[in-house]
């Protein structure tokens, strides 16, 4: 069974920084692009960050470039997001994401408010 569970986030203050982990189970992790979504309160879930099994490929929002690192350790199954410099505009609850087999699989979310 596909599962998908994040971890880390937390209120920070602007400027400050973050580390998201997404442990995953159930699937040949090394395989698979993995994926960052958020979801902003009254917003359409947008993509943060992706990058492929092999860690050869990335992609990130214009949003979020420079400022937000995506990573991967395929031994511990874990994606992570480190994102530096944070800005009120990043307060949104944060998604793993996989496409495994033609289904879409999704984590519960992990809360990032970002507040002075």
């Known amino acids: 069974q596909v599962q998908l569970v994040e971890s880390g986030g937390g209120l920070v203050q602007p400027g400050g920084s973050l580390r998201l982990s997404c442990e995953a189970s159930?699937?040949?992790?090394?395989?698979?692009?993995m994926y960052w979504y958020r979801q902003a309160p009254g917003k359409e879930r947008e993509l943060v960050a992706h990058?492929?099994?092999?860690?050869?490929?990335?992609g990130y929002a214009d949003s979020v470039k420079v400022r937000f690192t995506i990573s991967r350790d395929n031994a511990k199954k874990t994606v992570y997001l480190q994102m530096n410099s944070l800005k009120p505009e990043d307060t949104a609850v944060y998604y793993c994401?996989?496409?495994?087999?033609?289904?879409?699989?999704w984590g519960q979310g992990t809360q990032v408010t970002v507040s002075s």
């Open positions: 994401y996989a496409r495994i087999s033609g289904r879409d699989y």
């Open positions: 159930g699937f040949t992790f090394s395989r698979y692009t």
């Open positions: 990058l492929t099994g092999t860690g050869g490929s990335t």
